[in-house]
Structures are given as structure tokens and as C-alpha cells.
């Protein structure tokens, strides 16, 4: 039971890096628009395709 | 952009009930086809069709696959951007930042993520845009630029060609509080559900040494750690509930927070004194989930609340920041908004939006009032005629006099309107929490009683079954059951273009029985339609009618829109519009008039619209008023939902049985002063129904009060009254039957959740006391009952199909 010693202390720590992942995120606004984000993964960005339109149609 | 492709791409009329391919907005004569990947579309305006071939070229099709919304429609007007590039504006509005400057921007019509997805893209690729970043659900769109490679203006031309027109961004404070607060409550639920999940893998542990068999060290090793994971869930996560406990006990009214707090601060202690003194049981585990599932179901409450509020800043945000003063002398300055005062003489530009209330001075122009009144088409106003703060004025420049400024204007009204009415807490919810206080009272005395029976019956399992019945009882559910569901319904009702002014409304119109219209201003429109026609010396009538329509082709003026539908393909040179008298021009080389009798055809005015040359007539035309596109179907629908239709109104009789029977609505009154319409409504409610009255909130407000609930259809009129318990944001009137429908499904609801709190309380209780619940299954017990309550109120979000 001794090896509990160890995984205890070290389940503590992963809750402790959890919880600071956490608070990070929520502080760099990684939770502001769940939305948005979820669209930008289903189209390939081509912004650095050859001949860029964009420009040239403004 | 090659606008002469366009323009080349311009076809004649269609016919056909087809759609805008980029705003979804029917097609008008003038339709525009435009290939873009290869495939041709049909576009309502020159503007939607250079949006979508921007896009193309952008390589940012995807747009049209990932929406769940049209897009607004785009126009032709030209949008001044200059406003953006003056140096006060800057200064007070933008930041350095490391590039360039940083500018925050609200904008209309984002109206799901793929705009904000687009309208990322399309800034971030404009030349000296250093970053951009939009956020769909409040609007706001950051961009950074650099000021020494582009003006703003040019950067934000891409925005406006696209059909987003920028605001500045106002209430930037409170956007901010709110975002803090936001990210509080989930760093909260985020901790307490990380610390919960700790806590019930070491109380695991515990609950598997049935048998006791565990040496004790390792099990008050165990208890510590648990201990140490259970305090910071405890009182960070749990700090709401117990300063919610603290205020209510310092204003002696006991609710829901007092419990929760009690419950969770009762497990907790008894679990350090066990944990101190080595006894038997600890109960962390219980503690830290009550309030990890207390916090999700708070937080999904609060949810509903915010999308709610979020119609409440669309409307805050359309108003320009500066305005342009006419000065005695004609000279022109341009003013902060804030120095506007009453007869200030304001100078609109077309494409500008209209900084505040006022009167339309020296000639007829088109008003979009879409902010206010949730219809694209634009109203054309007559010298005169009032003219709203937020409105958009529409081709041609506008002069007014200033009558109403900053809070006093009928888009400050609306917004505190709809802030009223969310912040008033309704009867319903404040009789729920009476008796939750009533129930705290007496569940706390429960406890104390079930303790001392326990300590006589089994001493060591007193504390356990009291903490279990304290947690199991919560009366959370009876408590959110009510606002949960209003919350949900009212921000439906605000996507519907409904705003409840009165909390307790939404109650009685699930009850309505009847519905009494009041015929002007509600079911019919200010259009005038074509009613008949009568030719004179030999006119043919489809030749009349032709060289009719040629003239008021381009003309904004009402009678236009009884022509509209005469398709022709003569056209009127040298037109002319005489104020008061008609229109003149030149059709097929010949010189026509069309007006008043003695203007067009030399005859005496008779109030009806001729055609001449000016000495002899040609054809006389009958107008009328036209009833509502959409009038028909509202009360087919309100039928359908078992109601019984009524008419009750000021005007003649032949007009109003004609209008009725049109319509299928077989009691219809003429002739009703509002002392009438009050009677019959009174009559109405004397046999024992619920009257529904449907007015235009200004002639009718005593009925509209007497009435036991009223909807004010609130088209382009002053908001005055408040006896309305409704207003609709717009003319549509079916959506008074989608209200009702949300209504009645509301009082579904309410009463589910009623009835589901009251059962699990009254069943739970006696299982606790009797000592079959452990305090961790309580804990479950009692969250998933509040989530259940708010979940099922969450169902009233959608919104129902028209």
C-alpha cells in the first residue's frame, strides 16, 4: 500500500496542472465563442493559395 | 470590382417566387444573375451579387455551405466611411497596440458563426489590416490595423461591401463586466467539477472498505487528501451560495442559498470533526458535488438569460456617434451626439442612420426601419412625418428637426422597455419563492427533528440521514422551475419580435380565448392597392395602365405601390412630380399626367387618382387600402388555435363588412367609439372568456388596458402608451399566433416542472428521513432534479416554425 504514497501526491499534482490549464484558458478567452472555431476546422484556409483574388478584387 | 459585368448581367423581369441566392430576400423585378463558381444565381440587388462574387474570388465559398442564416441583405447605397477616419473618433475609440492600432466595432447583421467566420477572413486579408477577430454572438468585431499602410475607412469598405455596416461599439464597460463575470462562474464550475472528481475517486476508495478492513493510517490518509481538495470547491466554487446565505439571513428571508450553504457547510464540518476525531464517516463527497451540480444548473439558467439580453444590445446599438448640425447661418458643423439638443436642424446622409428622434423637413424620403421594426422594406415618409433614432435613411439625403435626443427617443424607450420587463420579477416567481421560504423554514425544523429521532433510534447514523435529508429536500428545483422557463420564453418571444413590457402577460395570453382586432392600423397596411378603373374617350385600359405604371416607375411616393404590379416596358422621360397635384412625364412621346382631376384632366377634384394630358382624361383609377399580406394567415392561424376572431372598428360600415369578410372574420363591429370597444370587450369577459386585444396602442389604449391581455402592433408609431402588455417589434401579425404558441407552451412547461419538483420533494423527503439515502445519492438526486426542471425549460428556445 506504500505505492499509494506516490500515486496520491501525483494524482494531486495532474488535478493541480488540470485545474491551471483550466484557468489559463478561460483567461486567454479561449471560452469567449465556442462557435466561430468550430467552422474554421472545416474549411481549408487557401489565404496562402497562389494569386490571392482578394487583393486583386478590392 | 467590374461593376459593368454587372450591370451587363442585368435582366429583365422574372417572374416566379425566387429568392435572393445571398440575402434570401424575394426577388424584385430587377434581378441580377451573376456566375460565381461556375454556377449562375439570381441576386435581388447589384450589392448581394458583388458580395457573393467577392467571396468567390476570395476563395471563401465555403460561406454558403457553413451558414445557418441568410446573410442581410447588401444594397446599393454608398456608405460614407469617412466618419471612421477622423482623428477625434480615433483618439477616443482605438488603442496602440503592437502593429498598429486596435479598434473595437459593433456590427448588424452577423447572425450566426459563419458570418463572424467570413467577416474574420475578409478583414484579415484587406491590405494593413494587421489582425481581426469577430464574435458572433455579441457582435463585436476587433480589428487591428496599421494607420501608416491604410486609412480604417478602406479597411472597413470591405466590411460594408459585404453588407456589415460598423457601429462604433458602445456599453463597452458592461460588455466587459459581463465577460468577467462569465468567466467566473465557469472557472468556478470548472474547479468544482475537477476537485468533485477528485474527491469521489478518494471517497471510492473509503466506500470499498466495506468491511472496515483498511489499516487507519492510510485511511486518515485518505480523508486528508480529500480534505485538501474539498476545501478550495467548498469556498471558492461554493463562495455564491454561502454569500447568497449571508445576505438572505441578514435580510431575515430564508431561501434557496441558505439551504444549499447549510447543507454543504453541515457536510463539511462534520466531515473535519470526523476526520479530527478518527470517527466512522466522512461526507466530502457529498459537499463537493452538491455544489459542482448546483453550478451547472446555475449556469445553464444563466445562459438562457443572456441570450435573452442579447436582443437587448442589438437594439442598444445602432446609433451614429456623430451628427451633422445645420446652423442658423446654413453653415454645417459636425457634432457628438451628446450635443444634440430639441430643433437642432440634423443632416442626414443616405446610407447614414438617423442619430435622433425627429420630423422630416423639405421632401419625401425612405426610411429603413428594420432596427425597430424588424421589416427590410424601407417606409417612405412624407414631409412631416416622424422620423426614429436608429432608423436608416434610404437614396436620397435628409434634413429633420430634432424632437426627441438621447434617452428620450423610441429606441432608448424600447431598449429600458425590454430591460423592464426581464429585470421585473413576475407574480409567478415570486410566489414560488414565498413558498420556498415557507419550505426552508420548515425543512429546517424537519432536520432538527429527524436528528433528535435518529440520536434516539441509532446515534452513529444520525448525523448521515440528517445531512441526507437536508441535501435530498433543496428546494431548488421549485425555485428555478419558474424563472427558468420565463427566462427561456421571453428570449424566444424577443427572436419572434415580441417584447413582453408586463411579466405576468405571458401567463394570461395562454389563456386568451378570444382575439378582438381593431381593424386600423392592425390588419390593414398604409399601401394603397388598385380597386378599379374607369377609361374615358376610347383609352384601352391595359394601354392606361401601362403608361400609369411608366410614370410612377421610380416614384417613392404611397400611390407608387398601386402600380408596382403592372408590369410595362414603356418608360417616362422628363418626369416630374408636382407636391400635391401628381406626377407628369413623358410616355411614347406623348405628355401625360396622373394626379388629382383637376391637375391631370381639367375635371373637378373628385379624391380619386386620373390620367390625362392635362385637358381631357383618359382613365380614372379607384385606390384602396390594402389589408395586410399576411393578415389572412394570422387569423387562419389564430382559428386553428381554437380562438374566436372578432373585429371591432372605428370605420364605416360598408368598408369594414367588405374588409371582414375578405379576411373570414364573421363578428365584425363598425362604427365603435373606444367607449364601445371597452363594452364589448367587457361583455366578452362577463361570459367568462379571456380577451386577446390586438390594437395599434395609440386611439385604443383604454381598451387595450381593459382587455385581460393586449398585444400593441407597433408600426412606425410612437411608443406612448404603456397599456399594452405586448408590443410586436414589427408588423408581421403572425406572429401573434407564434406568441400564443409560445405562451401556451410555456404554461406547459412551468406546470411540468411544478409538478416534477412537488413529486420528487414529496417522495424524497419520507426516503431520507427514513434513513435509505446516503447523503452522496441526495446530492445526485437533487441537482439532477434542477437540471431536469431547467433542461425542460431550455426546450422553449426553439423558436416555433412559422
Known sequence: ???????????????????????????????DDLDTPALDMLSEDRSDAPGNKADDAD | MDTAAIEAARVAVRDGASTCFHCA???????????????????????CAAAAQWIDQANLGDYYQLRSQPASRVGTDIVDLAVWDRDDVLDEHTRDVEGGREIVLLTDGMRCAACAWLIDRALSRAPGVVEASANAITGRIR???????????????????????????????????????????????????????????????LYFDSTGQMPLPTRDFFRWVTFLVATPVVFHAGWPFIAGAWRELRHRRLGMDTLVATSTLLAYFASVAETLRGGPHVWYDAAVMFVFLLLAARMLEQRARNTANAQVDALARARPALATRELDDGRRETVPLSALARDDVVL???????????????????????????????????????????????????????????GATRLSQLVRLVDEAQAHRPPQAQLADRVAGHFVIGLLLGAVAVYLAWRVHDPTRALEVTLAFLVVSCPCALSLAVPAALAVAHGTLAKLGVLATRANALETLARATDVVFDKTGTLSDA??????????????????????????????????????????????????????????????GKRWRLGQAAFAAGELDDGQLWLGDGLRAAARFRLRESERADARAAIDLLKSQGLDVHLSSGDAEPAVAGFARNLGIVDALARQSPEAKLARVRQLQESGRVVLMVGDGLNDAPVLAGADVSIAVADGTALAQRAADFVTTGASLTRISAALAVARRTRRIIRQNLAWALAYNALALPLAAAGWVTPWIAALGMALSSLTVTLNALRLARVPVR
Open chain 1, 1 to 31: 500500500m506504500t505505492i499509494l504514497l506516490l500515486l496520491i501526491p501525483l494524482s494531486l499534482l495532474l488535478v493541480g496542472v488540470a485545474a491551471w490549464a483550466f484557468t489559463w484558458a478561460v483567461r486567454a478567452g479561449q471560452f
Open chain 2, 25 to 47: 430576400e424575394p426577388l424584385t423585378p430587377t434581378v441580377v444573375q451573376v456566375e460565381t463558381a461556375g454556377v449562375r444565381h439570381d441576386y435581388c440587388c447589384a450589392g
Open chain 2, 348 to 406: 442626414i446622409a443616405a446610407g447614414d442612420s438617423v442619430p435622433a428622434d425627429g420630423v422630416l423637413l423639405d421632401c419625401t424620403v425612405a426610411f429603413e426601419e428594420a432596427l425597430l421594426t424588424g421589416e427590410a422594406d424601407a417606409v417612405v415618409k412624407l414631409p412631416g412625418a416622424a422620423v426614429f433614432a436608429g432608423t436608416v435613411c434610404r437614396e436620397r439625403p435628409a434634413r429633420i428637426r430634432v424632437t426627441h435626443v438621447a
Open chain 2, 143 to 205: 480589428v487591428t490595423w496599421d494607420p501608416r499602410r491604410t486609412p480604417l475607412s478602406s479597411a472597413l469598405q470591405v466590411l460594408v461591401s459585404l453588407g456589415f455596416r460598423p457601429y462604433l461599439a458602445t456599453g463597452a464597460g458592461r460588455e466587459q463586466l459581463r465577460r468577467a463575470g462569465r468567466n467566473r462562474e465557469l472557472l468556478r464550475l470548472g474547479l468544482a467539477g475537477l476537485g468533485a472528481m477528485q474527491a469521489m475517486m478518494f471517497a471510492e476508495a
Open chain 2, 527 to 588: 399601401r394603397l392597392v388598385l380597386d378599379g378603373s374607369t377609361t374615358f374617350n376610347g383609352a384601352d385600359i391595359d394601354g392606361v395602365l401601362a403608361i400609369a405604371a411608366a410614370l410612377e416607375r421610380n416614384s417613392l411616393h404611397p400611390i407608387a405601390s398601386a402600380f408596382a404590379q403592372v408590369s410595362t416596358d414603356m418608360t417616362a422621360r422628363e418626369v416630374e412630380e408636382r407636391p400635391g397635384l401628381g406626377i407628369e412625364g413623358r410616355v411614347d
